[in-house]
């Protein structure tokens, strides 16, 4: 679907959220609808979008988490087939709804509100009188900042059991969502489709390690990155702070507070057992809760691109050597991927300019170019007026430049064109990488060198040293960029 068939899609449609709620920073919100079906007939499909993130459950069963993040005045939106999901008589929509509604590095404000459309049978799913609403009471307003760069961590009250409304009746004390705005969004007037399938994942199970300074440590063998399940009990009411790190500190305990981050959620447990599952995605290894709960079981649930490892079909012929190089390779790029293209709060949630590095390898080991165009076509919705590139994507535009990623998107541009021959996304590309290199002419001396450029340089990862007053690595990738433009523009 085009960007003009989606507003056509979406023309009038509403967006909701609690009737009379007083809308706040990290409020949750609960949306309920019970439909009864014929599974002889039944079928059912449901489109999304919202401010921050929501999450999905049909008759109980965990569906979708998203939309992707985008930057104004862009906003994704998914379409979700119901039918696998749906039974004879009564099945039960949930939605739980995030609204940040605080800017971060890793995320730009938007309203307050769920956007829905959608059939289920012969009854529209976007008609409001069907479902009920409510501020969800468990998800408590408070919850660590993971760091100023990557989002917020969960706090939770576990006095109720957590899946209990997930299918039972909706509770006679909700109310119809109330209509909160109407589409377009002033400031988030672009509606477009996902252009990714419906993700799957792998489930992780962590095993315990050992018991440091009054915390039990558990370890997943590999850097994970999912949605974390978690069934525990306590003798006494608890408030038990979960550690995740990805690597271990001397003490034995995870690095939780590694970059000056603070890496942690927070559970209210009552006497009794309780199962946990994040509400949002976590990227880890290790992970410690105290002493004083009892773990039943913990797992990390990959929630991913679903990438088929073409390269197994050849590795029998390869030595083991290579096999494992592969191996570590297609698990590497699965994990930068994360943050490329289904959002994981460990690092910034930037997106920098990582897949101009290993995107080659998608063919190679996935057979597809697919997430390196969606890439490229996001970082073109991230470019100024000059065709200079954001520091970090998707984020705010605030946050700077990095020369060195502005000026080499035409060399991404070009290795991708060549090795595709999609000429829609080169002609759609051209112009921000053209003008994003020739807006640093202004820089040049008299040599024709580029001098004193502002903002971070990336090379080497040493930032400002390998800048002032010239820097011969950043002037090698200007040259290579107007090259590499000369090219595009003959093809």
């Known amino acids: 679907m085009n960007r003009q068939a989606a507003e056509v899609f979406w023309k009038g449609a509403d967006w909701w959220w609690v009737e009379g709620a007083s809308v706040a920073p990290l409020q949750y919100a609960d949306f309920a609808c019970d439909v009864e079906t014929d599974t002889l007939s039944a079928y059912g499909w449901i489109a999304l979008s919202c401010g921050s993130w929501l999450t999905l459950w049909v008759n109980g069963q965990w569906i979708y988490h998203g939309p992707p993040r985008e930057v104004a005045p862009w906003q994704y939106y998914d379409v979700l ?20 509604g605080k800017r971060t590095q890793s995320h730009e404000p938007c309203l307050a509100g769920v956007l829905l459309k959608g059939k289920l049978g012969g ?10 609403a409510a501020l969800c009471e468990s998800q408590l307003p408070d919850p660590p900042q993971l760091h100023p760069c990557a989002g917020f961590g969960e706090h939770v009250d576990l006095q109720q059991p957590q899946a209990a409304w997930l299918t039972s009746p909706v509770p006679d ?18 509606l477009i489709p996902s252009d ?52 271990l500190e001397p003490t034995g305990l995870p690095d939780y507070q590694y970059a000056g981050g603070d890496f942690r959620d ?81 690092r910034e949630r930037g997106q920098y300019n990582d897949p101009a590095v290993y995107g080659k390898a998608f063919p ?18 991230g470019a100024d007026a000059e065709g200079v590139l954001r520091m970090c994507y998707p ?28 000429l829609e996304t080169a002609r759609m590309a051209y112009p ?49 960029a107007w090259e590499s433009l000369s090219v595009l523009a003959k093809t």
Do not use: M
């Open 364 to 381: 190679l080991l996935f057979g597809t170019w697919a997430p390196y165009r969606r890439w490229l076509r996001q970082y073109l919705r």
């Open 432 to 480: 921000a990488a053209l003008s994003g290199v020739a807006s640093f002419e202004k820089f040049a001396d008299g040599d024709g060198l580029l001098c004193n450029v502002p903002g971070w340089v990336f090379l080497c990862n040493s930032f400002e040293l390998a800048k002032h007053p010239r820097s011969a690595g950043l002037n090698a990738l200007w040259a290579s």
């Open 173 to 190: 004390a909700w109310g119809p969502p109330a209509v909160v705005a109407r589409h377009p969004l002033p400031g988030r007037e672009r």
């Open 395 to 422: 984020s705010s535009p605030h946050q700077g430049v990095i020369p060195d990623f502005s000026i080499s998107f035409a060399r991404s541009v070009l290795d991708y064109t060549e090795s595709t021959g999609d």
């Open 123 to 132: 009854i529209s799913l976007d008609d409001k009188r069907i479902w009920r």
């Open 81 to 100: 087939d119901l039918s696998p999901y749906l039974l004879s008589g009564s099945n039960f929509l949930r939605l739980r709804v995030w609204h940040i």
């Open 266 to 346: 927070r559970l209210e447990l009552p006497v009794g057992t309780r199962r946990w599952d994040s509400f949002e995605k976590r990227a880890l290894r290790y992970l410690a809760l105290p002493d004083a709960v009892k773990v039943h079981h913990l797992a990390i649930r990959e929630y991913q691109r679903p990438l088929e490892e073409i390269w197994q079909d050849r590795a029998e012929s390869l030595p083991v050597t290579d096999q494992k190089i592969l191996a570590a390779a297609a698990r590497t790029v699965r994990l930068c991927c994360d943050d490329l293209l289904n959002d994981c709060p460990r």
């Open 196 to 247: 990714l399938p419906q993700f799957t994942g792998s489930t992780f199970k962590a095993h315990p390690l050992h018991q440091k300074a009054g915390q039990q440590v558990w370890d997943f063998g590999e850097e994970v990155f999912g949605f974390i399940e978690l069934e525990l009990s306590a003798s006494r009411a608890v408030t038990c702070d979960i550690l995740h790190g990805e690597s």
